[in-house]
């Protein structure tokens, strides 16, 4: 066992990442088992609960939750994906792991008892706890122990899904934000790993049943564009509808904390009387839409009515995740879009569930805004390929949609509204990379061969007195020739002489002209001016970069809003 | 940790023992939770099989009680606790057919057949809603599905009972020709001595126009019940089909009066009555009957072929002649005046000629003018069996 604690900390932070994985399988099967019992328990074996059990439930369910967050577990609250981010940017990498046990049994009770709110984001942030404790157990570095969160999250989710590709972007895409080699690798580790660790205990069954997918000719396509534009308007109206509602919530008075789970459990629990299939998770429901069980009206109505109750749950702060009534909403409005196409185009062969199935991908990219994610989730849990051209058209148009009427994604928004300045990874994806094409001069330099007489150079030199003079040694090696002292050898020179014999410098590192001017400030170090070679000729000067040009290019350059 | 400082966890030694039992620790409360997470599980599936179990008994109490409403909830509670159950997504897929909705019926069918596409039960149901919803090319290709799939029990006799739905399916499309091969198949698939499949070919074989083996199917039948009506009804219609007028007469003869004058029975006994009355060739007649009979059809092919001329608004004098009808009077008329009975029995020899007349007009007729009526129509239906006889 020795030879495990003198690995060097890149490798012992692999390793821990699949102890990481396992931990957070183990964790998530717990909850997901708690989960069911409660459900069972609280609301009883049956998918229609009886009245009394759907409407009391959830409330009473509701002030216990209430009293848990306030008084015992107070960072429960909320769906826990900015509570990662924050833990990574700027408590180092910190989840206390009373937030893990709190999650499991907040979330464990609130969503048991029909509470319209996930388990995924809550499973993410019980998945970063334990990361979290273990290594500050021990002792890593401050470097690994701000990564180790993201790892432990991609765990806990990817356990959550059954899903480890779809745990690992999500990661990547809203988390960390950039796709760094040295935590890419634990983050897989630790997804697989956990993944591993859940299938053992529930089943490589994947959430739903997905039913199979066909495309039968590209103008299907079409079907998919319009369910795309549904589902941007769909996430704009939950997007636009926490927005609005979730400050004028927290400007209520204190008091009303201990009653807002209890009121939106009552309100969901008289939405269940009806209509149970929002409460809850809603994975069942989710999987009978896949097989085209429910008709369009009523398709429609659950999307609207879980929206409803998701906002309920999710406003009055009870703790849960919004990964599954997104799903939920995806499912019911893509099979709802489906069916009324199937209307009017008979001849479209798609099923409703390949449509629902599809739908679940377009609301997680315009909710969410994850578009990655959400391609690839869908992919996933269908296990066919076929599925990712209507994936991509219907997510992207849903992600526009959503990005042009909403500019601040939804987890960026509720850290605003909760007085954190986190890093917005969809910004930061998106601002312009400047490279040094951007800020290199082609002009301006002089370049001299080893073999030319000192006088030729002088004699250009002097017809360009601002140009810099490079010394091409050999096709990638140059030297910065001192332009004084050329002018000095030139009038007395013998025929011999040549730029080798006056004073340089060298050799000079150079650039490439599809580099990041980030990266050319690293290499520039002290040198005045550094030449820019082309790729594919490295004795060919394609420009030159100094530091003022570098400078120039980030300062005309326009700041977005 | 950047591989330019590559530092070690073994450097410095307070870390070490630390680091060795935290992760002593932590494999230990692995384990631990490990146990207790295997615990957990273990009850959790325990109960959810016996709920799921319990849902899905209720669910099969409720179809077979005719409530395939309840029993669509059963199932679906049934599934939510055991949701990749084939046996449960089977029921409540059946259910679902039985409620009509088959959409989604088909949609959870295609699911399980993506998981054993040779699944002759999932293939037949997919068949029957094929069918329901008038899909002939997706009918018949999971009844071939269901035909060559798997069946858990007795599937000789499962493969058997698809390719007889197939068969029924096929003529109620009215697919004569390609139920015909497939009702062979089911012959030959018979096990020897079960006469009540038996009986179910030889009504398919009637249905498929396969008189010939009808009627044999038919004789093994009679030959185990003689008294079968249905047998006797098949094989009157088969013999009467095949021509074999005297046979059909016998069968009809044995079946019982009221079956007899049933309505799809009666035309054809009259029929065979008045064809054996036509019938110059029967065995035991005398040379004048035989003659009379001959000379009767001749008369009444000429009436019959003035009446056709006259509908159709042609002469049958029409020289030269431009229809059969006229062509074939025309080839008769001279010697149709000599035919007369007793020129008909002194020279015995010219029956045939004089009857492969009446058929040639009748036929002619039947072409121009339909398909005749009463007597004409036996004189119509004679020539055919004269000529299987007598080619």
């Known amino acids: 066992m020795h030879a495990v604690f003198t690995l060097r900390e890149d490798r012992f932070f692999l390793m821990l990442a699949v102890l990481i994985g396992v931990f957070s399988g183990l964790a998530v099967v717990c909850f997901r088992l708690a989960i069911e019992w409660t459900q069972i328990t609280l609301l009883g ?10 409407v009391l439930a959830p409330a009473i369910a509701g002030i216990v939750v209430a009293l848990l967050a306030i008084h015992v577990f107070p960072r429960v609250r909320g769906s826990g994906v900015n509570q990662i981010k924050a833990a990574m940017y700027i408590s180092d990498g910190y989840v206390p792991f009373t937030t893990v046990i709190g999650k499991f049994i907040a979330c464990a009770l609130a969503i048991g008892s029909g509470q319209s709110l996930g388990p995924e984001d809550p499973s993410l942030q019980m998945g970063a706890g334990i990361a979290s404790l273990i290594g500050r157990s021990l002792r890593l570095s401050q470097e690994k122990l701000r990564l180790i969160a993201p790892v432990g999250a991609a765990a806990g989710l990817a356990a959550a899904f059954n899903a480890p590709i779809s745990a690992v972007l999500f990661v990547i895409e809203e988390v960390i934000g950039t796709w760094s080699a040295g935590v890419l690798g634990a983050i897989v580790l630790a997804a697989v790993s956990s993944v591993v660790t859940m299938r053992a205990f529930l089943g490589p069954e994947s959430l739903f049943r997905v039913p199979p997918f066909r495309l039968a000719g590209p103008g299907e396509v079409l079907a998919y564009a319009a369910l795309g534009v549904a589902g941007g308007a769909a996430s704009l109206v939950l997007l636009k509808w926490i927005v609005y509602a979730r400050p004028k919530m927290q400007a209520l008075p204190r008091w009303t904390e201990y009653f807002q789970p209890a009121a939106a459990g009552l309100l969901i629990g008289l939405i269940g009387v009806r209509f149970p299939q929002v409460m809850g998770a809603g994975y069942a429901i989710v999987d009978q839409a896949l097989h085209g069980q429910f008709v369009w009206q009523l398709l429609l109505l659950l999307a609207a009515l879980k929206l409803l109750a998701t906002g309920f749950s999710f406003l009055s702060g009870t703790p849960g995740g919004l990964f599954a ?52 989730m869908v992919i996933e849990l269908s296990g066919n390929y076929t599925a990712i051209l209507p994936v991509i058209i219907s997510t992207m148009i849903a992600y526009g949609i959503s990005r042009a009427y909403q500019k601040v994604p939804l987890f960026d928004l509720l850290a605003r509204q909760d007085g954190l300045v986190l890093p917005s990874i969809e910004e930061r994806r998106e601002m312009t990379s400047f490279v040094v094409e951007d800020a290199m001069r082609t002009g301006g330099v002089l370049v001299a061969e080893p073999g030319e007489h000192i006088v030729e150079v002088a004699k250009r030199a002097e017809a360009n007195p601002e140009a810099a003079l490079l010394l091409r040694m050999r096709p990638g090696e140059w030297w910065l020739l001192d332009r004084e002292d050329v002018m000095r050898l030139a009038p007395d020179a013998a025929r011999t002489t040549t730029p080798i014999h006056a004073k340089s410098k060298g050799p000079v590192p150079y650039l490439f002209r599809d580099q990041s001017l980030a990266e050319a400030l690293q290499v520039m170090g002290d040198w005045p ?9 490295l004795g060919k000067l394609e420009g030159i970069l100094t530091l003022a040009d570098t400078l120039h290019a980030f300062r005309k350059t326009p700041k977005e809003e | 940790m950047s591989a330019t400082s590559p530092s070690t966890v073994g450097e410095e030694s307070p870390r070490i023992l630390s680091r060795e039992l935290v992760v002593i620790l932590c494999v230990l409360a692995l384990v631990l939770l490990l146990a207790l997470t295997a615990l957990l599980s273990r009850l959790y599936h325990k109960k959810i099989h016996t709920l799921a179990d319990a849902m899905f008994a209720q669910g099969e109490a409720d179809e077979q009680a005719g409530q395939i409403k309840t029993a669509l909830t059963d199932y679906r509670n049934a599934l939510a606790y055991n949701p990749s159950n084939p046996l449960f997504q089977f029921h409540l897929a059946k259910a679902l057919a039985a409620a009509g909705r088959d959409e989604e019926a088909r949609s959870y069918l295609l699911n ?49 009972q698809v390719r007889r739905e197939l068969c029924e399916f096929l003529l109620s499309r009215g697919a004569v020709k390609q139920a015909a091969p497939e009702v062979i198949a089911l012959e030959e698939n018979i096990p020897a001595g079960d006469l009540a499949r038996l009986k179910i070919v030889g009504q398919l074989l009637l249905r498929t126009q396969q008189w010939a083996r009808a009627l044999e199917v038919y004789h093994t039948l009679l030959a185990a019940g003689p008294n079968d009506e249905d047998s006797l009804a098949g094989a009157a219609q088969a013999a009467f089909q095949l021509g074999q007028y005297v046979m059909a007469m016998e069968y ?30 029967l065995s035991g007649l005398t040379a004048e009957v035989r003659a009379q009979r001959v000379a009767n059809a001749l008369a009444l092919a000429q009436t019959r072929a003035e009446n056709c001329a006259r509908q159709t608004g042609q002469s049958l004098e029409q020289a030269p002649p431009r229809t059969d009808l006229q062509r074939v009077y025309q080839q ?59 080619p």
């Open chain 1, 529 to 537: 001016v550094l030449p820019v070679a082309s790729r594919a000729d």
């Open chain 1, 325 to 376: 009534p997104t799903i939920f909403v995806g499912a019911m409005l893509g099979g709802a879009v489906g069916s009324i196409e199937h209307h009017f185009f008979p001849s479209l062969t798609a099923t409703i569930g390949t449509f629902a199935l599809v739908g679940i991908g377009t609301l997680f990219a315009g909710f969410l805004r994850t578009p990655i994610t959400s391609v690839f």
């Open chain 1, 45 to 54: 074996p049956s998918l229609s609960p009886s009245f009394p059990r759907v």
């Open chain 2, 252 to 281: 009809f003869d044995r079946l019982p009066r009221e079956r007899r004058e049933q309505p799809d029975f009666a035309n054809r006994f009259d029929m065979t009555r008045q064809i054996l009355a036509a019938d110059p060739f």
């Open chain 2, 332 to 390: 008769g008329k001279n010697v149709q005046r000599d035919w007369t009975p007793r020129y008909l029995e002194r020279f015995p020899d010219r029956l045939d000629a004089a009857m492969a007349y009446v058929f040639s007009v009748e036929n002619a007729a039947a072409t121009a003018c339909g398909e005749p009526q009463g007597d004409d129509r036996a004189l119509w239906l004679l020539g055919p069996s004269r000529s299987v006889v007598n």
């Open chain 2, 112 to 160: 399980l057949l993506s998981e054993s596409p040779g699944s002759g039960e999932v293939n037949l149901e997919l068949a029957r809603i094929a069918k329901n919803n008038n899909s002939m090319a997706d009918a018949m290709r999971y009844y071939q599905g269901a035909m060559y799939g798997e069946w858990a029990d007795d599937p000789i006799a499962m493969r058997w």
